[in-house]
T-cell receptor, first 113, second 112 residues
Framework: DVKVTQSSRYLVKRTGEKVFLECVQD?????MFWYRQDPGLGLRLIYF???????EKGDIPEGYSVSREKKERFSLILESASTNQTSMYLC????????????FGPGTRLLVL | KQEVTQIPAALSVPEGENLVLNCSFT??????LQWFRQDPGKGLTSLLL?????REQTSGRLNASLDKSSGRSTLYIAASQPGDSATYLC???????????FGTGTRLQVFP
């Protein structure tokens, strides 16, 4: 079974802090994604990566950056957290084409105070 | 711009009922349509993927259909059980993009 893990289930941070969210997948997938999920807005794509050191902006990249130094790991960075970044963050991975079956991690619920 | 809509937003049914969840999309130029399940506070689990050339896919008690010309998909759940209670999301993969566009989901409750 594909396993996608995220470093934290719950996280509380202060406004202005730098926040790192880590995602690791164990199936050698080429593609990895970061989404945020908000009530009434559904899932929105922040960034994705289709190879090591490659990244593409999604629909809402502002205020975020990403890093993919190894194939299995994809990090989401909030350079200076703000209260409007309070959300559920979901990581996913897929093999082959980016629009194939995506496998999701359990999510990180981030609260920015 | 592709938009995906799921109606109703919530549904409550007694155990044993057969039910249909709906998903509509505005642009038929898609690679595939996918259905996911999400339990409260958890990530998404892939249920079914229908390629644009297919009409339906089945997995156990689940059957998903796709009508690209009308921009609709349905997820049929047979003989519902309390364990089916979750939020069900559909997503489409538009041509010429590398991403999925998600609906906001239907929250299903199956009561004993």
């Amino acid at each position: 079974d594909v396993k996608v893990t995220q470093s934290s289930r719950y996280l509380v941070k202060r406004t202005g802090e730098k926040v790192f969210l880590e995602c690791v997948q164990d199936m050698d997938h080429e593609n990895m994604f970061w989404y945020r999920q908000d009530p009434g807005l559904g899932l929105r794509l922040i960034y994705f990566s289709y190879d090591v050191k490659m990244k593409e902006k999604g629909d809402i990249p502002e205020g975020y950056s990403v890093s993919r130094e190894k194939k299995e790991r994809f990090s989401l960075i909030l350079e200076s957290a703000s209260t409007n970044q309070t959300s559920m963050y979901l990581c996913a991975s897929s093999s082959g084409v980016a629009w194939g079956t995506q496998y999701f991690g359990p999510g990180t619920r981030l609260l920015v105070l | 711009k592709q938009e995906v809509t799921q109606i109703p937003a919530a549904l409550s049914v007694p155990e044993g009922e057969n039910l249909v969840l709906n998903c509509s999309f505005t642009d038929s130029a898609i690679y595939n349509l996918q259905w996911f399940r999400q339990d409260p506070g958890k990530g998404l689990t892939s249920l079914l993927l229908i390629q644009s050339s297919q009409r339906e896919q089945t997995s156990g008690r689940l059957n998903a259909s796709l009508d690209k010309s009308s921009g609709r998909s349905t997820l049929y759940i047979a003989a519902s059980q309390p364990g089916d209670s979750a939020t069900y999301l559909c997503a489409v993969a538009p041509y010429n993009t590398d991403k999925l566009i998600f609906g906001t989901g239907t929250r299903l409750q199956v009561f004993p």
